[in-house]
């Protein structure tokens, strides 16, 4: 186990933190053979929850080593995995991160398009606001997009449809942990899902918006200062099919699919079947990578086979076999022509190839929903889910994990480690992975990098690229463990 352990990487060292209540972490050889093929229980009432359907965001709050859950305004602490008890209420929808790199995680409440101060895990207290444009907005995610080492908010807009009216999508400006300004506004499309990832590894964090209404999903390219250029046209990522401009899209998710290195996109889209034909489905785009200037090759649906209302996806590797699995929201009950309509676990088989396992992981017939999220809760070493107003406990697998939290130094690099990314190298197949806040329609998975490692038992070397662009190598990494990572440019 490596313990205050030092690297030194290019010049600079690193830290490897003991792990937060390290028993509770590891997992013993000797402990006992968990079910060979995950399935999930419900247990919501049990761990004392009461969810709404409200899309949810994981983060641990108070930095005690478990994640707490914020649902429909209402913030959850997680007591040890054994419990969780009500922190907080009437703070919105949020997505989470540590806006003053103070050390605690904040909040940002893309429903109400308010702001909370973390108190030092105790309570949250609203911050002052700029002037906004008048605006609904259905998700909204952070990154420092000026490179300033604050997180930045990219707020999506979207309508009213009785009156004829598109929000504005706003860009939100850190004044460096103090207040936030209103940087940009446009009002284009309606925005549904918006999430960010530095597809083409270049050290600044990119921004994909899911729009609804037919229309083009949108792909900002950052030119490192903050200011964007919608290059999904150009990238083929517009995640359309002829005879239509775009989707209905409710919301995407980035993750390396084929563990190339490269990190792919899902763009997820609700598709009528009208007069007009099939309406755009849900499809996968694969990153070509460097030599292809990252452009994506439209995969199409690779066995997502077709439901109308199709709405938030959520990538995580459920079963630990190195593969990102799909789970897929719907949110009709009922579709059209009486057709029956149902959240879906997707198992990717490799080789962009997906086969239906809701019924094998037990979750089948699941209410309609936007509510998406992945986080080891209970910090046994498998991805829990919240959905359909219900916390889905992994029952476990026989393969190995590793679990990892960035810290930035609240200079160069924001404390969350917002669009940091991390890959392992294996003998056929590199794992890659990215902390982000914000993904699907509304929704935030854990900030904690989570890897399934099938039945590779042998220590393994992390090389992170930080949001700053700067890169670093840790070596000899023992497995089925948590071990945290903090960046120190200084040294």
């Given at each position: 186990?490596?313990?205050?352990?030092?690297?030194?990487?290019?010049?600079?060292?690193?830290?490897?933190?003991?792990?937060?209540?390290?028993?509770?972490?590891?997992?013993?050889?000797?402990?006992?053979?968990?079910?060979?093929?995950?399935?999930?229980?419900?247990?919501?009432?049990?761990?004392?929850?009461?969810?709404?359907?409200?899309?949810?965001?994981?983060?641990?709050?108070?930095?005690?080593?478990?994640?707490?859950?914020?649902?429909?305004?209402?913030?959850?602490?997680?007591?040890?995995?054994?419990?969780?008890?009500?922190?907080?209420?009437?703070?919105?929808?949020?997505?989470?991160?540590?806006?003053?790199?103070?050390?605690?995680?904040?909040?940002?409440?893309?429903?109400?398009?308010?702001?909370?101060?973390?108190?030092?895990?105790?309570?949250?207290?609203?911050?002052?606001?700029?002037?906004?444009?008048?605006?609904?907005?259905?998700?909204?995610?952070?990154?420092?997009?000026?490179?300033?080492?604050?997180?930045?908010?990219?707020?999506?807009?979207?309508?009213?449809?009785?009156?004829?009216?598109?929000?504005?999508?706003?860009?939100?400006?850190?004044?460096?942990?103090?207040?936030?300004?209103?940087?940009?506004?446009?009002?284009?499309?309606?925005?549904?899902?918006?999430?960010?990832?530095?597809?083409?590894?270049?050290?600044?964090?990119?921004?994909?918006?899911?729009?609804?209404?037919?229309?083009?999903?949108?792909?900002?390219?950052?030119?490192?200062?903050?200011?964007?250029?919608?290059?999904?046209?150009?990238?083929?990522?517009?995640?359309?099919?002829?005879?239509?401009?775009?989707?209905?899209?409710?919301?995407?998710?980035?993750?390396?699919?084929d563990n190339d290195g490269n990190i792919d996109l899902f763009a997820?889209?609700?598709?009528?079947?009208?007069?007009?034909?099939?309406?755009?489905?849900?499809?996968?785009?694969?990153n070509l990578g460097s030599q292809k200037d990252h452009t994506f090759?439209?995969?199409?649906?690779?066995?997502?086979?077709?439901?109308?209302?199709?709405?938030?996806?959520?990538?995580?590797?459920?079963?630990?076999?190195?593969?990102?699995?799909?789970?897929?929201?719907?949110?009709?009950?009922?579709?059209?022509?009486?057709?029956?309509?149902?959240?879906?676990?997707?198992?990717?088989?490799?080789?962009?190839?997906?086969?239906?396992?809701?019924?094998?992981?037990?979750?089948?017939?699941?209410?309609?929903?936007?509510?998406?999220?992945?986080?080891?809760?209970?910090?046994?070493?498998?991805?829990?889910?919240?959905t359909a107003g219900k916390l889905l406990v992994n029952q476990g697998?026989?393969?190995?994990?590793?679990?990892?939290?960035?810290?930035?130094?609240?200079?160069?690099?924001?404390?969350?480690?917002?669009?940091?990314?991390?890959?392992?190298?294996?003998?056929?197949?590199?794992?890659?992975?990215?902390?982000?806040?914000?993904?699907?329609?509304?929704?935030?998975?854990?900030?904690?990098?989570?890897?399934?490692?099938?039945?590779?038992?042998?220590?393994?070397?992390?090389?992170?690229?930080?949001?700053?662009?700067?890169?670093?190598?840790?070596?000899?990494?023992?497995?089925?463990?948590?071990?945290?990572?903090?960046?120190?440019?200084?040294?």
């Open positions: 186990m490596l313990r205050n352990s030092k690297c030194s990487v290019r010049g600079q060292t690193i830290r490897l933190l003991p792990p937060w209540c390290a028993l509770a972490f590891m997992l013993s050889t000797s402990a006992s053979t968990p079910e060979p093929a995950p399935v999930f229980r419900d247990k919501t009432a049990e761990l004392g929850l009461q969810l709404s359907n409200a899309a949810a965001c994981w983060a641990d709050l108070n930095n005690d080593g478990w994640t707490d859950l914020c649902v429909g305004g209402v913030v959850w602490r997680n007591d040890a995995g054994k419990r969780f008890t009500r922190m907080a209420e009437n703070t919105g929808s949020v997505v989470a991160a540590d806006f003053d790199n103070d050390g605690f995680v904040d909040l940002f409440s893309w429903s109400s398009l308010r702001a909370y101060h973390n108190e030092s895990g105790k309570a949250f207290t609203q911050v002052a606001m700029p002037e906004l444009p008048n605006c609904v907005s259905r998700g909204a995610c952070w990154g420092d997009f000026n490179g300033d080492g604050f997180v930045d908010l990219y707020v999506g807009g979207y309508e009213n449809w009785e009156a004829g009216i598109t929000y504005p999508d706003m860009v939100l400006a850190n004044d460096r942990g103090g207040s936030f300004k209103l940087a940009w506004s446009e009002t284009r499309y309606r925005a549904r899902g918006v999430t960010a990832c530095d597809f083409d590894q270049d050290g600044d964090l990119d921004v994909y918006v899911s729009n609804y209404r037919l229309q083009p999903n949108v792909l900002w390219l950052n030119d490192g200062s903050g200011k964007f250029g919608d290059f999904a046209a150009d990238h083929n990522a517009v995640a359309t099919s002829p005879g239509f401009n775009g989707g209905h899209s409710i919301g995407a998710a980035w993750g390396d699919l997820g889209n609700f598709a009528h079947r009208d007069n007009r034909g099939d309406q755009p489905q849900s499809r996968f785009l694969r090759e439209d995969l199409g649906t690779c066995g997502v086979y077709y439901q109308e209302s199709y709405a938030s996806p959520a990538l995580g590797d459920y079963d630990n076999d190195g593969d990102l699995d799909l789970f897929f929201t719907t949110v009709y009950g009922t579709a059209s022509f009486g057709k029956k309509n149902y959240p879906v676990l997707f198992s990717n088989d490799g080789g962009f190839v997906f086969a239906d396992a809701t019924a094998a992981a037990q979750v089948a017939s699941l209410a309609p929903t936007y509510q998406a999220a992945w986080a080891d809760f209970d910090n046994d070493g498998d991805l829990d889910l919240v697998s026989e393969n190995r994990w590793l679990k990892l939290r960035l810290y930035g130094d609240g200079s160069a690099v924001n404390w969350s480690a917002i669009g940091a990314q991390v890959r392992i190298k294996l003998e056929s197949r590199t794992l890659s992975r990215q902390v982000e806040a914000g993904t699907g329609e509304g929704n935030q998975n854990d900030l904690v990098l989570h890897f399934g490692l099938g039945n590779h038992a042998t220590p393994v070397n992390l090389e992170i690229l930080w949001p700053d662009g700067t890169t670093q190598t840790v070596t000899n990494v023992a497995v089925d463990r948590f071990v945290a990572v903090r960046f120190d440019k200084s040294r």
